[in-house]
Nanobody, 126 residues
Framework: QVQLVESRGGLVQAGGSLRLSCAAS????????MGWFRQAPGKEREFVSA????????YYSDSVKGRFTISRDNAKNTVYLQMNSLRPEDTAVYYC???????????????????WGQGTQVTVSS
């Protein structure tokens, strides 16, 4: 079992930056691919970014590529999402997720994230 707790989001102006973190419990964090997803009001949850267990591979949606950076610190059981050049359309609840089904995989399967955080609100004003 893995418990994920996201940091507090916040309100930021367009063009600004924000860093989210997600702290995981359990010694098996190091084995899991981690991801960030988001859900805007009235929309389905969508993939934002993911990172393999050792940080060797990272993935981004087209909408955030070049603006967001995912990273992880396995010693701290924490994954981060650095968000730069934020836009109003980035406004959403952001969720951290872990893939507990494919330990030490060098790839990410978006359908395999089976542990989720409670979500944190990010609001970007224009």
């Amino acid at each position: 079992q893995v418990q994920l707790v996201e940091s507090r989001g916040g309100l930021v102006q367009a063009g600004g930056s924000l860093r989210l973190s997600c702290a995981a419990s359990g010694r098996t964090f190091i084995a899991f691919a981690m991801g960030w997803f988001r859900q805007a009001p009235g929309k389905e949850r969508e993939f934002v970014s993911a990172i393999t267990w050792n940080g060797g591979n990272t993935y981004y949606s087209d909408s955030v590529k070049g603006r967001f950076t995912i990273s992880r610190d396995n010693a701290k059981n924490t994954v981060y999402l650095q968000m730069n050049s934020l836009r109003p359309e980035d406004t959403a609840v952001y969720y951290c997720a872990a893939d507990g089904s494919h330990p030490f995989s060098n790839d990410v399967s978006l359908g395999s994230f089976d542990f989720w955080g409670q979500g944190t609100q990010v609001t970007v004003s224009s």
